[in-house]
């Protein structure tokens, strides 16, 4: 798949996640093997305005590369001057989010609300590609609702402007993330396309980006809620991609592995007080099914030292090694599969 300078044979991407895709979770997902990160989305409006969040928001380092920094906004004028601001932190590219479905986003006509506005979107990427000399990608949905997908539309309207991929989540904005994604309109989407299509939605394992990729023929997958707790994910796509053989499942000693690498990172970016409590929504994903877990979980979610955290999670690991010598630990995929965490419920 090509972008610009950049050409990778069938990425595996990480997709862009509100608090999620910090810079500590990105790099996370680099080590286990993703291919391109995204950074949460920024808005264009708050960059404008020199807020100092959203501008922290633009920081990455080397070792991300390539990474792509994704704005939203709903005028031209302010993705524009947006642009022109992420670009100066060097993104490998930029991407634009018409596929945001909240209140907050779309309730305001950016994000997936220019589903809706085709011309709209079409003046927004042609003004951003303009005004920028990075590749600029979008991401976005198949559509409003079921009774009007219009992805087919949109897309050429998109390549006209200038876009140099499009990312697609297979669900309309009124689906939310109920239901299952319609590969099948990643695929038409493909058949039509001049620009690479990176499909997205429900990849849970890496049997499934490689189904993603037969069914829809994609140019690459990107993968959002599946690498939440499990980075290990990129690895294992991409192992089973390229030799047809699966990575065995991480045990548990990767996965507090996994969480304290995770914790580090967070509290390297963000210092003691924020790392410790962002993490705090991320234990239950890591050590999920683990056996009497829910005791170590309450330490975790009341400590404020990052160096007692780790002594617990070593400690946690130290009581698994017993419950594994009484077989009471059965490593396996069934703790990737439940869809219901809070974090998916907040975007
Ligand atoms: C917590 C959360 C935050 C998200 N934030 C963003 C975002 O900032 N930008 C974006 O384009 N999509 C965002 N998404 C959508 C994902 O990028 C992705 O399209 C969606 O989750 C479907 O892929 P999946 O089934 O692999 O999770 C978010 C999704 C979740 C669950």
């Not at 993703?34 to 404008?48: G, K, M, N, P």
């Not at 690498?261 to 790392?275: A, N």
């Not at 683990?290 to 400690?315: C, F, T």
Request: proline share 4%; with cysteine; net charge neutral.
């Amino acid at each position: 798949m090509k972008i610009g300078a950049l050409d990778i044979d069938r990425p595996v991407m990480l997709a862009p996640m509100e608090d999620v895709t910090d810079r500590a979770f990105r790099q996370l997902c680099k080590r286990h093997g993703a291919d391109v990160v995204y950074t949460e989305f920024i808005s264009a409006e708050a960059l404008r305005r020199g807020v100092e969040k959203s501008l922290r928001k633009l920081k990455t380092d080397a070792i991300e590369r390539p990474f792509a920094i994704q704005i939203f906004g709903n005028s031209v004028e302010s993705m524009v001057e947006a642009a022109v601001i992420a670009e100066e932190y060097r993104p490998d590219y930029l991407d634009i989010n018409f596929g945001c479905p909240t209140k907050k986003v779309a309730g305001k006509g950016a994000g997936a609300a220019l589903l809706r506005e085709p011309e709209k979107m079409a003046q927004i990427s042609e003004a951003v590609v303009k005004a920028v000399s990075i590749p600029v990608t979008a991401k976005t949905r198949i559509g409003w609702d079921l009774e009007s997908i219009n992805i087919l539309d949109i897309l050429p309207r998109l390549e006209d402007a200038g876009i140099q991929a499009l990312a697609l989540h297979g669900r309309t904005r009124s689906q939310m993330y109920k239901g299952r994604a319609d590969w099948s309109w990643i695929r038409a989407a493909k058949e039509q396309a001049r620009i690479p299509i990176i499909a997205n939605g429900d990849i849970w394992s890496a049997e499934d980006a490689v189904a993603m990729f037969a069914e829809t023929g994609a140019d690459g997958v990107m993968i959002g809620r599946g690498s939440i707790g499990n980075p290990f994910i990129f690895e294992q796509a991409k192992q089973l991609i390229q030799t047809g053989k699966p990575m065995p499942m991480p045990d548990f000693r990767q996965r507090i592995e996994a969480a304290i690498e995770h914790l580090k990172l967070s509290v390297q970016f963000k210092g003691e007080k924020y790392g410790v409590l962002e993490m705090r929504r991320h234990y239950s994903t890591y050590l999920k099914g683990l056996p009497m877990v829910s005791r170590a979980r309450n330490k975790l979610v009341r400590e404020d030292g990052w160096e007692q955290l780790i002594d617990i999670l070593l400690a946690y690991r130290q009581e698994c090694e017993g419950y594994a010598l009484e077989g009471k630990i059965h490593d396996g995929a069934e703790y990737l599969n439940d869809h219901s965490d809070k974090l998916i419920l907040n975007y």
